[in-house]
C-alpha cells in the first residue's frame, strides 16, 4: 500500500507518499481501506516532533477517517465492504488501515465518507463537551472559543439543538460573520476587553453560564467572561499554553474549572457507537451542518498540511486516497 510519511521531523516538505508493507491482519481487528481522512492539528504537532509517536521511521501520522473493511478477523462479526469509521485508530494516512473491532463505529448509508471524516474527532467532542464537561441546560449562555473553526462551528450548532444561547469568539470579520450563520446570538473578535463586551450581552450583564476554551492562552479571560458560580471548561491548547489559576479565585468567585479530553470518555465500543449515533443523527436530520474546507489528495499532503497551518481555513481538511 502507499501511505503519507515522514522519517525526519519539520515542516511540510518532510512529508513523503512512499509504498510501506500493508498491515498485518490480526485477532479483533479488521483492515480498513480509506476513502476520506480527516486532517488535525495533531498531525501537525506530530511531523514537528511535539507528539509522542509510537514505532520507528518512516512514521504515518493520522487516526480519524471513513472507508469499508477491507478484510476482518473471524471474531469481529465485521464483513468486507462494511462502511465504518474511527476517531481514534492511528496510522489512518495510509490506504489501509489496520483497526481494532471496537473503535470502528459503523456508518450509516446517508452518511457520506467525507461527512464523516469532517466530523467523527471535533463532532465528538462538541457532543461530550456539551453532554458530559458541562451538561447544557435549554437558556444557559454559553462562550464559545474559535466559533468558525473545526470544533467551534459544530459546537455552536450543538449549543442551539440543546437549546442554549451560543456566544461566539472568532478571530476576524470574516469568521464572525460565519458564526453567526451557525447560529451564534452574537459574535466578538478577540479585541481588548472582550470578556466586558461579552457580559453586557448576558441577562443583566451577570455573564455566561459556561465558556468552552480551546485556546487555552486565553484561560483568565474565559474566567471574566462567565458569572459567579459560573464554569468554564478547557479542553485544549491551539493558541498556547493556559495560565496558572489561583485556587483562591476559584473560592472567592463561586467558579468551576473543569478539564475535557474526548480520550477518557471513549471508553469502549458501545460508547463510540452511542455517541456517534447521536452526532449522526444530528447530521441526518440537517440540525448538524458539517463544513469541509478543502479536499486534497492524500499523495499532497504536504499541501493540505500548509492550508491548515495558515490559520485560514474555516471548516474541515481532508485527504482522500486515489482508491477513493
Not at 473553526?149 to 456566544?167: D, E, Y
Not at 491551539?238 to 483562591?248: L, N, Q
Request: glycine residues 12%; contains cysteine; proline residues 7%.
Amino acid at each position: 500500500m502507499r501511505a503519507l510519511t515522514f522519517s525526519r521531523f519539520g515542516g511540510p516538505e518532510v512529508l513523503e507518499w512512499r509504498e510501506v508493507p500493508d498491515p498485518a491482519p490480526q485477532p479483533g481487528h479488521a483492515v480498513v481501506r480509506t476513502r476520506a481522512i480527516g486532517l488535525n492539528f495533531a498531525d501537525v504537532y506530530r511531523r514537528r516532533g511535539a507528539y509522542h509517536l509510537a514505532g520507528k521511521p518512516p512514521y504515518i501520522a493520522g487516526y480519524e477517517a471513513a472507508g469499508v473493511v477491507e478484510s476482518a478477523a473471524p471474531d469481529t462479526s465485521l464483513r468486507p465492504g462494511q462502511r465504518v469509521a474511527f476517531a481514534d485508530v492511528p496510522f489512518a494516512n495510509a490506504e489501509l488501515v489496520l483497526a481494532p473491532r471496537d473503535k470502528l463505529v459503523p456508518l450509516p448509508d446517508d452518511v457520506s465518507f467525507e461527512t464523516a471524516a469532517a466530523s467523527m474527532l471535533q463532532g465528538l467532542t462538541a457532543q461530550y463537551l456539551t453532554a458530559d464537561s458541562h451538561p447544557l441546560a435549554a437558556g444557559e449562555h454559553a462562550v464559545v472559543h474559535s466559533a468558525a473553526g473545526g470544533v467551534g462551528s459544530l459546537l455552536t450548532q450543538i449549543c442551539r439543538i440543546r437549546g442554549a444561547v451560543p456566544l461566539a469568539l472568532v478571530s476576524s470579520e470574516s469568521k464572525r460573520a460565519t458564526a453567526l450563520q451557525l447560529g451564534a446570538e452574537a459574535a466578538l473578535t478577540y479585541e481588548p476587553g472582550w470578556p466586558d463586551a461579552l457580559r453586557r450581552l448576558t441577562p443583566g450583564g451577570r455573564g455566561a453560564d459556561v465558556a468552552f476554551d480551546g485556546v487555552g492562552r486565553t484561560l483568565m479571560d474565559s474566567f471574566a467572561a462567565v458569572r459567579t458560580g459560573g464554569h468554564v471548561v478547557f479542553y485544549g491548547m491551539a493558541g498556547g499554553d493556559p495560565p496558572h489559576v489561583d485556587p483562591r479565585m476559584l473560592m472567592d468567585t463561586s467558579k468551576r474549572l473543569s478539564g475535557g479530553d474526548l480520550w477518557n470518555v471513549l471508553t469502549s465500543g458501545e460508547e463510540r457507537v452511542r455517541r456517534s449515533a447521536e452526532l449522526f443523527g444530528w447530521i441526518r436530520s440537517g440540525r448538524l451542518k458539517v463544513s469541509i474546507w478543502g479536499t486534497f489528495p492524500l499523495a499532497k499532503g504536504a499541501e493540505a498540511h500548509r492550508a491548515l497551518e495558515g490559520r485560514g481555513t474555516t471548516g474541515k481538511i481532508l485527504l482522500v486516497p486515489e482508491n477513493g
